[in-house]
C-alpha cells in the first residue's frame, strides 16, 4: 500500500533547527482559516507521521507535519505514510551529526530525500541565508523552489530586525512591497522562521491580515527561548529542549541582546549526537562565547568540557566545567547574584530545565 497523496496542502517541515516553532506558526496562520491537523509538540518521528495520516479527514483543509530526520533513511520512513506537497527545509546544521554520517555534506543527502519523497511538482522552500542549505540535492526537482533570507537577497527577505518588550519587529516583502510584522518570540532564527511561515501561507493565499494575526498569535513551544523575569533584576532564558552548535549560538545572540546592561551568564549542557565533531563543536562554542562577550559560562556534562577549552586564556570570559548537577547549583546560587542574565540550553538528554526550575525556586525564596 503507499502513501496517502491528497489534493490538499500537506506541509512537511525538517531541517536542524527551527522545525517546531515554523511548524507553529504556519498552522496558527492557517487556523485563521482553515481547519487543519498537524503533529503534536515535537511527536515528529516516523510512528507518529503514520497516526496523523489515518487520522486526516475531508474536514481538514491541510496537513502539517513535522519530520525529525535525524536517523538515515528517516524521509523515506515518513513519506511512507503520508506524501508532502509542500515541503520546508529550515536549514542544514551539525544536529544528528555523528548518526548522519559526520559529515555536512552527508547530512544534505539525507535531507534531500525528503525533496525526492515529495510531490514531484510541488514547493520546495529553503533558507537562502544558510550556506550548508546549497548542498541539497535540488538539481533533479522538477516543482518550484522558493527562498527566504535576511542577510541575503530572497523571494521572501526581512528587514529592519528590531527587538521588542515582548518578541521581534522587522519587515517583509510581501506583493513587492515592505510590510511589518510582529512574532512573540526573541531571536534572528525566530525572524527566519517566520519568514517560511508567511512564504508557506502567502503561496496558499492567504491575506496580509490573516498571516499577521497567526504569527502574532501563535503559541510559543515550551523551554525554547521561553523568558523568566525573576527578582532582583535577573532575566532567566529557558532554552532547554534541545541544543547543537547553530541553535546555541543563535540562543546566545538572543542573550547578548536581551541581557544589555546585566552580567551575561550561560549554562550550557552538553550537545549530544555530534559524533566526530563533538570536540571542535563544544571548542567553537566556546571561542564563540567568548567573541561576542559573555561574562561567565558554567559547561555541564563530559562532552561540555571542551567548551571551556575553546575559553581558555580569554581575558574577560571565564568557564567553569560541572560534572554533578547539585555541584552546578550550589555554585550558581553562590556566585551570580542580582542584576545578571542568564541562558540555560543544553541537548535534551541533559536536562538542563532541572536548572531552570532550581533558578527559578532560588530567586523567588530569595524574594520572600
Avoid at 268 to 283: A, D, R, T, V
Avoid at 326 to 354: F, T, Y
Amino acid at each position: 500500500m503507499g502513501p496517502l497523496i491528497l489534493n490538499k496542502p500537506v506541509i512537511a517541515i525538517t531541517g536542524s533547527c527551527g522545525k517546531t516553532t515554523t511548524k507553529e506558526m504556519i498552522a496558527s496562520i492557517l487556523q485563521t482559516r482553515w481547519t487543519i491537523i498537524k503533529t503534536l509538540k515535537t511527536r515528529n518521528q516516523p510512528r507518529h507521521t503514520k497516526k496523523i495520516a489515518e487520522k486526516v479527514g475531508p474536514h481538514h483543509q491541510a496537513v502539517v507535519l513535522e519530520f525529525g530526520m535525524g536517523r538515515k533513511n528517516a524521509g523515506k520512513k515518513h513519506c511512507r505514510y503520508i506524501q508532502p506537497n509542500m515541503v520546508v527545509i529550515t536549514n542544514i546544521g551539525t544536529a544528528h551529526y555523528g548518526k548522519l554520517g559526520n559529515s555536512i555534506a552527508l547530512t544534505a543527502r539525507h535531507k534531500s530525500a525528503l525533496i525526492k519523497q515529495m510531490k514531484p511538482d510541488g514547493i520546495l522552500f529553503i533558507n537562502n541565508d544558510d550556506i550548508n542549505s546549497r548542498l541539497l540535492h535540488t538539481g533533479a526537482f522538477s516543482g518550484e523552489i522558493v527562498t527566504v533570507g535576511i542577510k541575503k537577497q530572497a523571494d521572501y527577505r526581512a528587514d529592519k530586525v528590531y527587538y521588542l518588550d515582548k518578541g521581534m519587529g522587522f519587515q517583509a516583502t510581501l506583493n513587492g512591497k515592505w510590510e511589518s510584522f510582529f512574532i512573540p518570540s526573541f531571536g534572528w532564527c525566530n525572524v527566519m522562521n517566520a519568514l517560511f511561515a508567511i512564504a508557506v501561507t502567502h503561496r496558499l493565499g492567504f491575506t496580509l491580515a490573516e498571516i499577521r494575526s497567526g504569527l502574532s498569535s501563535y503559541a510559543v513551544p515550551h523551554h525554547r527561548i521561553n523568558l523568566h523575569h525573576l527578582p532582583d533584576g535577573v532575566l532567566l532564558i529557558d532554552d532547554t529542549y534541545n541544543a547543537n552548535p547553530e541553535a546555541v549560538k543563535a540562543a546566545v545572540d538572543v542573550l547578548v541582546d536581551l541581557g544589555k546592561g546585566k552580567k551575561k551568564i550561560a549554562v550550557i549542557g552538553s550537545m549530544l549526537e555530534l559524533g566526530n565533531y563533538s570536540p571542535k563543536g563544544h571548542m567553537d562554542i566556546g571561542r564563540y562565547m567568548v567573541k561576542q562577550k559573555i561574562d561567565l559560562i558554567c559547561a555541564f556534562g563530559l562532552k561540555a568540557e571542551s567548551i571551556c577549552k575553546g575559553v581558555a586564556g580569554a581575558r574577560d570570559c571565564s568557564c567553569r566545567h560541572f560534572i554533578n548537577r547539585h555541584e552546578l547549583h550550589d555554585w550558581l546560587a553562590a556566585n551570580i547574584g542580582p542584576s545578571v542574565a542568564i541562558l540555560v540550553k543544553g541537548s535534551n538528554r541533559m536536562k538542563m530545565k532541572e536548572t531552570v526550575e532550581y533558578l527559578i525556586l532560588h530567586y523567588t525564596n530569595q524574594s520572600i
